[in-house]
């Protein structure tokens, strides 16, 4: 004699769509970043790292500096604490630095909403074009393992852009 199991209808286990959606969005992505990945292997081995950028400095401001030392340079901030200063240098450019626990500096990011010769260029930050896109946009980071540092320099398209160079200590 055997014992049968009835058979129960799954009509109402059906998934959710929002599950539905966000099992394709997950599947995509992982599909998106296994292609990518993929395709710089074919490319070759990456380029042997620099030992250091060039832009290294912000209005004197360097990464290890005392919070001490950075308001000697920069002046009183518009907004301080212990663990970040944020400065204003007029209309279109301000300045963010951030602290460890022991107040030293361990990332500056400059934004600039300009467009003129003061904002300075991917060629000035990195020391060779940083490639736009087709929308005008631009990013690009490198990251200096020896140094113990990377640094990131992203603009956004259209006829107002808003630049941001952040150099940040790899902790």
């Known amino acids: 004699m055997s014992v049968s199991t009835p058979l129960i209808p799954l009509d109402h286990l059906q998934p959710h769509p929002r599950t539905r959606f966000f099992s394709l969005f997950v599947a995509a992505t992982a599909l998106l970043l296994f292609a990518s990945g993929a395709s ?8 042997p790292e620099e030992e250091t950028g ?10 290890g500096m005392t919070a ?13 604490s212990e663990e ?3 400065f204003v240098f007029g209309e279109s450019e301000t300045a963010q630095i951030v602290y460890d626990a022991n107040h030293k500096v361990v ?4 934004d600039f909403l300009s467009t003129d010769a003061s904002v300075p260029t991917g060629k000035q930050v990195f020391g060779s074009d940083v490639e736009a896109k087709p929308d005008g946009s631009m990013y690009k980071m490198v990251r200096f393992t ?9 603009r956004t398209g259209g006829a107002s852009p808003m630049t941001s160079i952040t150099l940040q200590k790899i902790l």
């Not at 060039?54 to 990464?63: A, C, N």
């Not at 020896?146 to 992203?154: D, E, Q, T």
């Open 84 to 86: 970040q200063d944020f």
């Open 40 to 47: 710089g292997q074919r490319k070759g081995a990456p380029p």
């Open 107 to 110: 990332t500056i990011s400059a």
């Open 54 to 63: 060039i832009f290294k400095e912000y209005r004197g401001v360097q990464l």
């Open 146 to 154: 020896k140094a113990g540092y990377w640094l990131s320099y992203s």
């Open 68 to 80: 001490e030392e950075v308001r000697k340079k920069l002046g009183a901030p518009k907004d301080k």
